[in-house]
């Protein structure tokens, strides 16, 4: 049950983090969009009418990936509570116990 529980964790900080990647990927085709393409024939509003949904999906995907829990110590993943700035959304152990889930994939394997 625990490790049902802990594979249901990794896999969802996995789609979480794809999903930010996807959206961040997005902006290049949403900029040329806003910028090319007259919507309702002037610049501003188009360039709104496009971005503004991209920023919202953008922050919206990094708040999920940065809420995602470790599935070792069930704490985020990226980021410790009460200390702005002491995250990195980037990182691929916990910021909080180390748990890094390639080696321990690799490691359940062998």
Excluded: Q
Aim: charged share 20%.
């Amino acid at each position: 049950m625990i490790t049902e529980f802990n594979a249901n964790l990794e896999r969802a900080r996995r789609r979480s983090r794809l999903l930010f990647w996807a959206v961040l990927l997005l902006s290049v085709p949403c900029l040329f969009i806003a910028i090319r393409l007259p919507l309702t024939g002037t610049f501003p509003a188009d360039f709104l009418l496009v971005m503004v949904p991209w920023a919202a999906m953008f922050f919206l995907s990094g708040k999920r990936m940065m809420n995602s829990r470790c599935p070792h110590c069930s704490m985020p993943f990226y980021w410790v509570p009460g200390e702005p700035g002491k995250g990195n959304g980037l990182a691929r152990a916990c910021v909080h116990c180390g748990f890094d889930p390639r080696r321990a994939a690799t490691e359940a394997r062998s």
